[in-house]
């Protein structure tokens, strides 16, 4: 078992390089599988949903060579559809893989995937993904934790508008209709800057996707795409993630290699608490105020405050005076971490979907538990900011979207440790 072990109440100072997108790199991957051909892709951070990823891809007959520690070359050429039940466990356990689905159907007009998994948030319906991909012609049939989708022509270009406002149904649909025959429409899009890269990556490789970034994508299916090589945009949560601990920690870090636009939202909240966030071209430098004062936050799709960045405010927000709100809009049940932080007695409960925290109540340093991704980085600021020594564990569930956070946190000044301890010894 490896846990993280923590030392806080010391300000982060310098700079932090930021990795590239995870909500980016996952459906590009996967929509590797469109293209015979060559992909070299750059800027892919180093963390287990990816690896895991290329393990599903490569037991179906991907060839990838790692270039270089973040440059990847993707080959799909020999790909065989409907194979990734090799790797069963692993499609089960990352919510991208649905992706797949979307890549094969695309391709081969058929497709066989297990269901997805992910962050446990309760109910994580993919409705929106079948109702598309029954737009574009195909029969979907959901048996014993698979879906499967079959067609007599493959994938035929329609007009879609989702109930829902689904990332991954999006970025599904426009996957899947990429090489598909004819003009596809999806209106109600969502608008995040990963289903932007995404549709310049297709387009890189010779699609003709317009309008992405906006809530109508128009996608005209080309016979067939050709590889080319592309750079994944920079994480804009592993970003708002160490602006957040900057702040808790009444530091200033500077943040490179990002696309400031894509903070606006979170830089906007940082600043109404009290912190400063100097912009320039492709850095952010974030230093915290004197003091730190309350605020309420509600998460919306892009360009709103990001579900993303829910439990990182929230832990932020238990450093800051008064009485704050935060409104989760998207998920039913993020909300497994505000447990952790009480545990390192942060006054904080939930209400509904609304996070009341009391803040500005010293916190203490304790054994807590990472309950997911973004909640293990809650936890990870809130010991940051807290003198003593917190434990953190279950901290495979943070390298699922953290490239190399220790040793990142280390450079800022964090006394922060890696430990691998024998599994009986908790
Ligand atoms: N929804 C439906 N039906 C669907 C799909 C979604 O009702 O078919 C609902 C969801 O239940 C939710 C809302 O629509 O209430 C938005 O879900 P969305 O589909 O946008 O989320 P997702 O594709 O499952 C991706 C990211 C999440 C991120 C959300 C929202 C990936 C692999 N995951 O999930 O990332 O929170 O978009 O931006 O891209 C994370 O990185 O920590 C993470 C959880």
Do not use: W
Request: aromatic fraction near 6%; glycine fraction near 10%.
């Amino acid at each position: 078992m490896e846990k993280i072990v923590i030392n806080g109440g010391k300000p982060l100072f310098g700079q932090v390089e930021i990795s590239g997108s995870k909500n980016a790199a996952l459906p590009i991957i996967y929509a590797c599988v469109l293209v015979k051909g060559k992909c070299v892709l750059e800027n892919i951070p180093d963390i287990s949903d990816l690896r895991n990823s290329f393990k599903i891809l490569e037991a179906a007959g991907a060839k990838i060579e790692k270039l270089d520690r973040n440059t990847y070359a993707i080959d799909c050429t020999d790909f065989e559809v409907g194979t990734s039940d090799r790797e069963l466990e692993l499609v089960s356990k990352i919510r991208g893989s649905y992706y797949l689905l979307g890549a094969e159907f695309g391709r081969f007009g058929k497709s066989r995937v297990a269901f997805p998994g992910g962050c446990n948030f309760g109910v994580r319906p993919i409705d929106q993904h079948i109702k598309g991909f029954e737009a574009l012609g195909g029969r979907v049939d959901v048996d014993d934790g698979f879906i499967n989708i079959e067609s007599d022509n493959g994938a035929l270009g329609t007009s879609i508008f989702l109930d829902v406002t689904s990332v991954g149904a999006t970025l599904n649909i426009m996957i899947a209709a990429a090489t598909a025959e004819g003009m596809t429409i999806i209106d109600n899009a969502a608008k995040e800057p990963h289903v932007v890269d995404c549709a310049n990556f297709l387009n890189t490789c010779g699609a003709r996707i317009s309008g992405a970034g906006s809530d109508m994508i128009k996608i005209k299916g080309v016979p067939q795409l050709h590889g080319c090589t592309y750079a994944i945009i920079p994480d804009m949560i592993e970003a708002g993630s160490f602006m957040a601990a900057a702040v808790a920690t009444h530091g200033s870090v500077q943040v490179n290699n990002i696309i400031p636009k894509h903070l606006e939202s979170i830089s906007a909240k940082l600043e109404e608490i009290g912190a400063t966030v100097e912009e320039f071209d492709d850095a952010v430098l974030v230093t915290a105020g004197k003091h730190l004062r309350k605020t309420s936050v509600k998460t919306m799709p892009y360009p709103g405050f990001p579900t993303d960045m829910h439990p990182q405010m929230s832990a932020l927000l238990c450093c800051a005076e008064g009485t704050s709100y935060i409104n989760e809009s998207i998920f039913e049940n993020r909300f497994r971490y505000v447990e952790e932080l009480r545990r390192m007695g942060a006054k904080i409960k939930v209400d509904g979907r609304i996070v009341v925290i009391e803040g500005g109540t010293p916190m203490k340093p304790a054994s807590v538990i990472a309950t997911d991704l973004r909640g293990g980085v809650a936890v990870m600021i809130a010991a940051l900011a807290t003198e003593g020594t917190t434990e953190i564990t279950e901290i495979r569930l943070i390298e699922r979207g953290y490239d190399n956070i220790c040793e990142k946190l280390r450079q800022l000044g964090a006394d922060i440790q890696k430990i691998t301890c024998p599994d009986n010894a908790e």
